[in-house]
């Protein structure tokens, strides 16, 4: 079956250490995204990708950085630079297109600062 | 920014009963998307409405659109208690990038059998 995936669903971080989230799509869609969700809170763009090897910034950047180097996976490194990292990752996957005809999310990934 | 409010925050019926969201938006849009989300999961597709449609029906999903008032509202028929879940509106603002689909902050639905 086509999907996403998102790795690993519960995350741990200590303070200063930099996290990688995992994030592959075998459903050929040409766009990603990376959203953080709080609690109570709708979706922040933190950043998208239209195609391989290309990316920009959404509306919550700082303190994170991506790759896209395959088409299948968009992973999210947490810096030490995010202050305040707590919280529910969602990545999604969409045609080039996206927005005009939907996304398809991942099952997420919560990180927690111990 | 967000573009998308849902009202109400939150929204408690007994099973069978409808059920009936809104959205409100602030900008010319291309379309506006609903999405559920089950705690602690993914969001899932539920419907899209573009700009130049008024109503759409999926099951027992009614959605409509009103470009006048920038509103919108979705209507769920006979609930069940596997409805309980957060409903969040979602658009593509016209003109602006059509990467960046924006969520409201969700209406809570509770669904008590």
């Known amino acids: 079956d086509g999907g996403i995936t998102q790795s690993p669903k519960y995350l741990f971080r200590k303070e200063g250490q930099n996290v990688t989230l995992s994030c592959e799509q075998n459903l050929n869609h040409d766009a990603m995204y990376w959203y953080r969700q709080d609690p109570g809170q709708g979706l922040r763009l933190i950043y998208y990708s239209q195609i391989v090897n290309d990316f920009q910034k959404g509306d919550i950047a700082e303190g994170y950085s991506v790759s896209r180097e395959k088409k299948e996976s968009f992973p999210l490194t947490v810096t030490s630079a995010q202050k305040n990292p707590t919280a529910f990752y969602l990545c999604?996957?969409?045609?080039?297109?996206?927005?005009?005809?939907?996304?398809?999310f991942g099952s997420g990934t919560r990180l927690t600062v111990v | 920014s967000q573009q998308g409010e849902e009202d109400p925050q939150a929204l408690s019926i007994q099973e069978g009963e409808n059920a009936t969201m809104n959205c409100s938006y602030k900008t010319s849009i291309n379309n506006l998307q609903w999405y559920r989300q089950n705690s602690g999961r993914g969001l899932v597709h539920l419907i899209l409405?573009?700009?130049?449609?008024r109503e759409k029906h999926s099951g027992r999903l009614r959605v409509t659109l009103d470009t006048s008032k920038k509103s919108s509202s979705l209507l769920i028929t006979a609930s069940r208690a596997a409805d309980t879940a957060s409903y969040f509106c979602a658009t593509p603002p016209r003109g602006g990038s059509n990467y960046k689909l924006t969520f409201g902050k969700g209406t809570l639905l509770t669904v008590n059998p």
């Open positions: 409405i573009r700009s130049n449609e």
């Open positions: 999604a996957s969409s045609i080039a297109q996206g927005p005009l005809y939907g996304y398809t």
